[in-house]
C-alpha cells in the first residue's frame, strides 16, 4: 500500500507527550505511526483516533533495540512506502547522586536516549531522501541546556541528543531533511506527576516565570511547527518550550 498523504513515526507516541504529538499530527493531515514498546497502548490510540477519522496505525519499537528499529522501519516502509517525518520522543529518566550513579542506568539511559534515536533517525531519512524532503524532530529536555541535580545520565544524555540533532542538521540538508529539537521543560505527564516530588515541583514552580508546568499539547505544538512547511528554513535548533526557564535569573527582588 502507498499513500501521497505524508507519514510521521513518532517513538513513545502511546502516552503522555508522544501522544499528544501523535495527535496533533493527525490533525495536521499526517498519517501517524504510534510506535512504542507498549503495543496494546499503541493500539488503543490509534484505535481512539482512528474511529474519529484520523489515520493513525500502531507499531512495536524497542528504541533500545537496534533489530526492533529496523523491523519497525521497514514495516512502515512495506505499508506506506515513505517517512516523512520523524519524532525521536521515546526516553527514559531516573534520578541519582552523581557520586553514587549506577553504571548499568547511565548505560540505559544513554543507549535509549541517544543511540536509539541516532538508529531511529538513520532508518527515516534512508526513506526521506527518496523524496527529498524530510523532518526530523528530537523531543530533549532544558536539562540538556542547564544542569539540574540528579541527572547525570538524563542532562548528558539530552545535551548529547541536541548534539546529535545539530550533527544531522549539517550532513542531511543535502537531502532536503531539517533536524531540530524542542526541549520542554517541567510538563504535566504520568510521570512527572508520579515522579516528580511535592519539592521538586515547588522548586520549578519558584524557577519558571510563567510559575506553572506545560501541558503536553504545548510541546506538540511546536513539533507541529518544526515539522511544517513554513519551518522549512529551520534546521539545528533547539526550541525550549519551558515557560522561560532558561531565560530566567532571580525572579524576585
Known amino acids: 500500500m502507498t499513500s501521497n498523504t505524508r507519514v510521521a513515526v513518532v517513538t513513545g507516541g502511546a502516552a503522555g507527550i508522544g501522544a499528544a504529538i501523535v495527535e496533533q499530527l493527525v490533525t495536521d493531515g499526517f498519517i501517524v505511526a504510534v510506535a512504542d514498546v507498549n503495543e496494546p497502548a499503541a493500539r488503543e490510540l490509534a484505535s481512539r483516533l482512528s ?3 484520523s489515520r493513525a496505525f500502531p507499531i512495536h519499537i524497542d528504541v533500545s533495540d537496534a533489530a526492533s528499529i529496523e523491523y519497525a522501519f521497514e514495516s512502515v516502509a512495506q505499508t506506506y512506502g515513505r517517512c516523512d517525518v520523524l519524532v525521536n520522543n521515546a526516553g527514559i529518566a531516573g534520578t541519582f547522586p552523581l557520586i553514587d550513579y549506577p553504571l548499568e542506568h ?4 544513554l543507549d535509549l536516549n541517544v543511540s536509539g534515536p541516532l538508529l531511529c533517525s538513520q532508518a527515516a531519512a534512508r526513506m526521506m531522501r527518496n523524496a527529498g524532503w524530510g523532518r526530523i524532530v528530537s ?6 541546556v542547564r544542569a539540574s541535580v540528579g541527572r547525570a545520565a538524563y542532562g548528558t544524555s539530552k545535551a548529547a541528543l541536541i548534539g546529535l540533532t545539530r550533527q544531522m542538521a549539517v550532513e542531511l540538508a543535502a537531502l532536503g531533511i531539517t533536524a531540530n529539537c524542542v526541549a520542554p521543560g517541567p510538563i504535566e505527564t504520568p510521570l512527572t506527576r508520579e515522579g516528580h516530588s511535592p519539592a521538586t515541583r515547588e522548586a520549578y514552580h519558584r524557577a519558571v516565570p510563567l510559575r506553572r508546568y506545560g501541558q503536553p499539547s504545548e510541546i506538540a505544538a511546536a513539533v507541529s511547527f518544526l515539522c511544517s512547511e513554513g ?10 518550550v519551558d515557560g522561560g526557564f532558561l531565560a530566567a535569573g532571580l525572579l524576585e527582588i
Open 139 to 144: 523531543i530533549a529536555s532544558v536539562s540538556g
Open 106 to 109: 547511565w548505560k540505559r539511559v
Open 51 to 53: 474511529e474519529s477519522g
Open 231 to 240: 519551518a522549512s528554513y529551520v534546521s539545528g535548533q533547539v526550541l525550549a
